[in-house]
């Protein structure tokens, strides 16, 4: 995706989340369709298409709210949708447990505006999990998209068809690398728009 337009989709999320925020905080099924979904579609994931995105996936530990999938089908990440405004940490244990039941190396939580990305399995306390994090209501929207990239799918499949990596290996500074060999790199104040 050009950068205008991710950037655009970021402006379009921020908007909606303020003049809708009583109803977006009071309905996850509404934040997920208005603010995580676009987003997700903005970052190459379909999410109508069950091969890329699974929803109410079912793990050992529960139900995770979306399984985005690599390109062998097995959940590169578990998501955990929050209404707008609910504290992330609120079922972030939870999620990581998906993760450690199903081998699965990423964990995602998200109010649709602020959104957290985790490694499960860095044998650290909770808390030094995090490897990302973002604010779309705060935060400048292009500093924004460059976190955001971190799960931009094309990469995603680039990373998973190349050989596995230790998870003892990966650090808080390598580890979005690590989600993303092609990470766009920023060129005085633009982007390269890897297609």
């Known amino acids: 995706m050009p950068l205008d337009e991710l950037l655009q989709v970021i402006s379009r999320l921020r908007e909606r989340a303020q003049q809708h925020q009583v109803r977006l905080g009071a309905s996850e099924a509404q934040t997920r369709y208005s603010l995580i979904d676009p987003l997700?579609?903005?970052?190459?994931?379909?999410?109508?298409?069950?091969?890329?995105?699974?929803?109410?996936e079912s793990t050992g530990a529960g139900t995770a709210d979306y399984a985005l999938l690599d390109a062998s089908g097995k959940a590169h990440m578990y998501l955990e949708a929050k209404r707008l405004g609910r504290p992330l940490s609120d079922g972030l244990a939870q999620g990581i447990n998906h993760c450690l039941t199903q081998g699965t190396l990423y964990f995602v939580v998200t109010d649709g505006l602020r959104w957290e990305i985790y490694e499960t399995h860095k044998p650290v306390p909770l808390e030094q999990k995090r490897v990302v994090a973002w604010d779309i209501g705060r935060e400048d929207p292009a500093?924004?998209?460059?976190?955001a990239r971190t799960l931009w799918r094309p990469n995603i499949l680039r990373q998973t068809a190349s050989?596995?990596?230790?998870?003892?290996?990966?650090?808080?500074?390598?580890?979005?690398?690590?989600?993303?060999?092609?990470?766009?790199?920023?060129?005085?104040?633009?982007w390269i728009n890897f297609k």
């Open 40 to 56: 997700l579609r903005a970052l190459g994931w379909d999410t109508e298409d069950p091969t890329q995105v699974r929803v109410e």
């Open 143 to 147: 500093e924004v998209a460059k976190k």
């Open 163 to 190: 050989a596995p990596v230790e998870s003892s290996t990966v650090t808080p500074t390598t580890a979005p690398l690590l989600l993303h060999p092609l990470f766009p790199q920023l060129i005085g104040s633009r």
